[in-house]
Structure formats: structure tokens, C-alpha cells
T-cell receptor, first 111, second 116 residues
């Protein structure tokens, strides 16, 4: 079945890199996504990666995909206090309208 | 630049009361979704509408009904609210499924519902 798992909490110091990890079970996933949720707000798309890629970089964000291990990570370089939020990974398949979300990782950036 | 608008933002109900959450999008998207967010459980899909005139159940549809009123609007109704429906509800929309391509969802700001 479909399942997406994330660790619940990560704390880093301002200026350090953050790495948020995600594992998924469905090998037929076509796209994998990272969304950010700030307090009291909806989710905003950060980036997504197609399953035949192993890396995608977008400014401070780097997404790594290990399809063999079904492992996805989001690296945030030079983490700022404004990056404090909940980060969700999600998967979808070409054949489906559904996005399956993980439980979210709360990132706390300490000054 | 409204995007996805949800109303109300907050609501308190008593067990057994009914209410409707409203959602509208102005991006000419084909597909719309209702999710609920509970602590430690991520987002779970309640219902979705692939296109105007169609609706389908998601992972947790029991206790809810939906109406795709037109292309812009997708409402979620709780006929007889229960404490287990206390949650934050998110509406989202997307261009829709294509033969290939990511299905990027745009979310509303959420509606916090408490059922006493």
C-alpha cells in the first residue's frame, strides 16, 4: 500500500544546513514533492522531483532521491529562522489524482 | 491573486450540528480536493473532484459529503458533526491529472473546526 513516513522533529542552528528525510513504500510513485507549512497557513509547494531523477537543486534547496531505497531528502543550505515550519513530503502516480502526504517534520531554527 | 479561498476560518459546533465549509478557486483549475490535518497524521484526503461534475471518495470520506457546485467552487458538508471531526480542513486545487507531469496542488489557508 501507499505510505509516506517522516521523522517528526528537527532542530538546527541558524546558518547550518538542515536535512529532512522521507521514506515511501510505493515503487510506482512518479513524482515526489516537498511542501512547507508556516504556522496558521496552508501548504505551499517548495519543489518536486520526477522519479527518474536523483537530484534537483533550486537555490538553497537540494532534493535527493534514492529510488532503490525509496528515500527522499530535502537539504536546506544556510538555514534561516524564516525556514522554521512544518515540511511535508508527498508522492503521486501518473495514474492517480491523489497526493499521499507524510505526517510532516517540524523544523525549528535556533538563533 | 486570491488563489484558493476557504470560509469560515474558524468554527465551533456542538455534536450533531451540521455545517458546510466553502471553497473557491480563481485559477481555472479542473481538480479540487478536501483534506483534513490532524496532529501526527499528516494530511488525509476526504474527497476530491477530478473535474466539474465528478466527485470521488478519498481515504476518510465517512461523515462527509461534497458538492462541486461549478468549476470554481467545491463545498464540504458535515451532516451530523462528531468530536472525531475536530480538525483543520484544507481545500486545494490543481490543473488536474495529465498523461505525464506533476500534479501540483495549491492550498487554501485552512478552516479550523472544533466539535464539542
Amino acid at each position: 500500500g501507499e505510505d509516506v513516513e517522516q521523522s517528526l522533529f528537527l532542530s538546527v542552528r541558524e546558518g547550518d544546513s538542515s536535512v529532512i528525510n522521507c521514506t515511501y513504500t510505493d515503487s510506482s510513485s512518479t513524482y515526489l514533492y516537498w511542501y512547507k507549512q508556516e504556522p496558521g497557513a496552508g501548504l505551499q509547494l517548495l519543489t518536486y522531483i520526477f522519479s527518474n531523477m536523483d537530484m534537483k537543486q533550486d537555490q538553497r534547496l537540494t532534493v535527493l532521491l534514492n529510488k532503490k531505497d525509496k528515500h527522499l531528502s530535502l537539504r536546506i543550505a544556510d538555514t534561516q529562522t524564516g525556514d522554521s515550519a512544518i515540511y511535508f513530503c508527498a508522492e503521486s502516480m501518473d495514474s492517480s489524482y491523489k497526493l499521499i502526504f507524510g505526517s510532516g517534520t517540524r523544523l525549528l531554527v535556533r538563533p | 491573486n486570491a488563489g484558493v479561498t476557504q470560509t469560515p476560518k474558524f468554527q465551533v459546533l456542538k455534536t450533531g450540528q451540521s455545517m458546510t465549509l466553502q471553497c473557491a478557486q480563481d485559477m481555472n483549475h479542473n481538480s479540487m480536493y478536501w483534506y483534513r490535518q490532524d496532529p501526527g497524521m499528516g494530511l488525509r484526503l476526504i474527497y476530491y473532484s477530478a473535474s466539474e461534475g465528478t466527485t470521488d471518495k478519498g481515504e476518510v470520506p465517512n461523515g462527509y459529503n461534497v458538492s462541486r457546485l461549478n468549476k470554481r467552487e467545491f463545498s464540504l458538508r458535515l451532516e451530523s458533526a462528531a468530536p472525531s471531526q475536530t480538525s483543520v480542513y484544507f481545500c486545494a486545487s490543481s490543473v488536474g491529472r495529465r498523461l505525464s507531469g506533476a500534479n501540483v496542488l495549491t492550498f487554501g489557508a485552512g478552516s479550523r473546526l472544533t466539535v464539542l
